[in-house]
Antibody, heavy 117, light 110 residues
Framework: EVQMVESGGGSVQPGGSLRLSCAAS????????MSWVRQAPGKGLEWVAN????????YSVDSVKGRFTISRDNAKNSLSLQMNTLRPEDTAVYYC??????????WGRGTLVTVSS | QSVLTQPPSVSAAPGQKVTISCSGS????????LSWYQQFPGTAPKLLIC???KRPSGIPDRFSGSKSGTSATLDITGLQTGDEADYYC???????????FGAGTKVTVL
């Protein structure tokens, strides 16, 4: 059974940092692009970043460039998102997604990040 | 304002059909595969359509997708009260190097 479990969310003050993790199981992790997608309260979906199978290609939305870093550890079947200099507008549920846009995507249940003073 | 344009809402009576449009450009809808997602409040999005018109296993054939040029549509036939949800289109943009979502369409069953 495919599972992807996000962790690391929580409350942080503006300017702070958080590291999100996604533990994947039930599929061959190192053969899939992986992404982070977020959804602010009451808002639509926003793709944040993605990374290719071996970590050599990464892309991200302009609003997080220079602040967020996506990475993966294929030995541990794990995806991460290091989030620095957090802003209130980063408040959202963050989803770990396998193969977004592909033929076999899979979404985790998400983890909530709240940035507030 | 989203690069992919969807109507904010559509509605119809039970048993009827609704069509949700998703309009983009040559660098996104026009050149990459499009997906459609269904989302209920408080839950993760669920894939309805991938590769423009393919239904994953378990998705009823009441849901169908199509694409022509820089526009795509999701049709829901035989509308049921359980179809009330938000629907998003999504695709890669080859020029911007980002994955795009439409702003979402709320389906209401009258």
């Amino acid at each position: 059974e495919v599972q992807m479990v996000e962790s690391g969310g929580g409350s942080v003050q503006p300017g702070g940092s958080l590291r999100l993790s996604c533990a994947a199981s039930g599929f061959t992790f190192n053969t899939h692009w992986m992404s982070w997608v977020r959804q602010a309260p009451g808002k639509g979906l926003e793709w944040v970043a993605n990374i290719n199978q071996d970590g050599s290609e990464k892309y991200s939305v302009d609003s997080v460039k220079g602040r967020f870093t996506i990475s993966r550890d294929n030995a541990k079947n794990s995806l991460s998102l290091q989030m620095n200099t957090l802003r209130p507008e980063d408040t959202a549920v963050y989803y770990c997604v396998r193969s977004i846009g592909g033929g076999d995507p899979f979404w985790g249940r998400g983890t909530l990040v709240t940035v507030s003073s | 304002q989203s690069v992919l344009t969807q109507p904010p809402s559509v509605s119809a009576a039970p048993g009827q059909k609704v069509t949700i449009s998703c309009s983009g450009s040559s660098s996104n809808v026009g050149s990459n595969s499009l997906s459609w997602y269904q989302q209920f409040p408080g839950t993760a999005p669920k894939l309805l359509i991938c590769a423009n018109n393919k239904r994953p296993s378990g998705i009823p054939d009441r849901f169908s997708g199509s694409k022509s040029g820089t526009s795509a549509t999701l049709d829901i036939t035989g509308l049921q009260t359980g179809d009330e949800a938000d629907y998003y289109c999504g695709t890669w943009d080859s020029s911007l190097r980002v994955f795009l979502f439409g702003a979402g369409t709320k389906v209401t069953v009258l």
